[in-house]
């Protein structure tokens, strides 16, 4: 059964920067894109940023030039690295992963799935 598990999330200052991990386990067959998103109060959940198994990247307007995700393919981990952090980046940041994976019914399924969600708080 495959997991995602986030870490790195907390309360920062504004200007400040956190590391946000996320730990693909169990069952990978092919892991295509890995990807973070965002839920603020009272919003929907939006696109972070995006990385594709060959490298590729891309970015909300609202991060460019301030977060960097990237990924140890080795390790089936991926990183979103957050400096200069505003107010308006509060929110529940969620891991995805899209692939191929072996759900706990014993098959291989092409998935799309998310971990927990962790709190990311930037407040003065």
């Known amino acids: 059964q495959v997991q995602l598990v986030e870490s790195g999330g907390g309360l920062m200052q504004p200007g400040g920067s956190l590391r946000l991990s996320c730990v693909v386990s169990?069952?990978?067959?092919?892991?295509?894109?890995t990807a973070w998103y965002r839920q603020a109060p009272g919003k929907g959940r939006d696109l972070v940023a995006t990385?594709?198994?060959?490298?590729?990247?891309n970015y909300a307007d609202s991060v460019k030039g301030r977060f960097t995700i990237s990924t140890d393919n080795a390790k089936n981990t991926v990183y979103l690295q957050m400096n200069s952090l505003k107010p308006e980046d509060t929110g529940v940041y969620y891991c995805?992963?899209?692939?191929?994976?072996?759900?706990?019914?014993?098959?291989?399924?092409?998935?799309?799935?998310w971990g927990q969600g962790t709190q990311v708080t930037v407040s003065s």
């Open positions: 995805n992963a899209r692939g191929r994976f072996m759900r706990n019914l014993g098959r291989w399924d092409d998935l799309d799935l």
């Open positions: 169990g069952r990978i067959f092919r892991i295509d894109d």
């Open positions: 990385i594709s198994r060959g490298g590729s990247t």
